[in-house]
């Protein structure tokens, strides 16, 4: 959407994979005991993010909205962003 004072654009992006690696190991040996950390990362993940930005055409500051969620078997994360700049 855009006029003489402002531009908004919008966009909407989507991500799927999966990982093929299988499990991850690792073992921290240090003065103590061992200390063994397992996660399987295997299986398909996706994304889905989103983004709203408003720049004024005269003034020279613009402002973002930016949100997203990534998605697995086990985990699912959000997150959310705002912006404001001002060019001179």
Known sequence: MKSDDYTLEASVAGHIGNEFGGANHVSVANSGPTVLLDYDA???????????DLVSSNSGWS???????????DV????VGVGLRKVW
Request: charged share 10%; no cysteine.
């Open 42 to 52: 295997s299986g398909a993940l996706g994304e889905v993010a989103g983004s709203l």
């Open 63 to 73: 402002g973002s909205l930016n949100g997203g969620v990534a998605f697995s078997r």
């Open 76 to 79: 699912t994360t959000s997150s």
